[in-house]
């Protein structure tokens, strides 16, 4: 009898093991791409989302210097404080901010008595870098200040100024000072964990109040 060696036959039990190996290992490799595809994107995501939040917090403060005005303002005991204050750092949860100082055009209704002057302070707590406001410009302490959180991850802040005659000063305002003396710019360093150093040069709109 002559059998037809040519005729179909089904898979043996060893070639859907080899089959089955095969695409194992090419899913293996499709999703090893996918996974660092994804995590690529993560990481991109992740840079653009703290690019975003560092340009838009130094946007904020450049602005806010830029509108700083030379009035002077009173503590909750009725005595006279700086149009602006500032030292070069202070980590106390509770203490004065790194920068505090009377900024102008603040939007106000075209009836209302209210100045267009607004009290605003830098400070980092808990990690943060907080921009603080108070409703008041006199007697700022009696009220609880508003703040935003600009920065997260902050493990120091740092700032200086610039006074008219070149010099760079690690307190304002200088000793025996004008009150409503300005500096004439700003530097400030921020560090932020895993990332280092973060410094900019801002100018303040005013040297004195008009």
């Known amino acids: 009898m002559i059998h037809n060696l040519n005729r179909s ?3 043996t039990l060893l070639e859907i093991l080899v089959a089955v190996g095969v695409f194992a290992i090419f899913s293996a490799l499709a999703y090893g791409s996918l ?3 994804l995590d690529s994107r993560d990481r991109i995501d992740t840079e653009r989302r ?18 700083a ?15 602006f204050i500032g030292q070069a750092v202070d980590t106390r949860p509770q203490g004065d901010p790194a920068m505090s100082f009377t900024r102008g055009g603040v939007f106000v209704l075209s009836d209302s008595t209210r100045p267009d002057l607004l009290r605003v302070g830098y400070r980092l707590t808990d990690g943060k870098l907080l921009r603080v ?3 008041a410009l006199d007697q700022p302490n009696q009220s609880q200040p508003q703040s935003t959180s600009l920065l997260d991850h902050v493990t120091e802040m740092r700032v200086r100024f610039y006074t008219t005659n070149g010099g760079w000063l690690d307190v304002w305002p200088p000793p025996g000072g004008d ?9 400030l360093t921020i ?4 990332r280092g150093q973060y410094q900019r040069i801002l100018r303040v709109a005013e040297m004195r109040s008009s």
Do not use: S
């Open 69 to 83: 005005r030379g009035r002077t303002v009173r503590d909750n005991y009725g005595n006279p404080r700086a149009a």
């Open 9 to 11: 036959r089904g898979f």
């Open 179 to 187: 009150l409503a003396l300005l500096p004439a710019a700003v530097e």
């Open 133 to 135: 406001t108070w409703p």
């Open 35 to 37: 996974d660092r595809i």
């Open 191 to 194: 560090t932020i964990d895993g």
């Open 50 to 67: 703290f690019w975003r939040q560092l340009a838009i917090a130094f946007t904020i403060m450049e602005d806010d210097l830029a509108m």
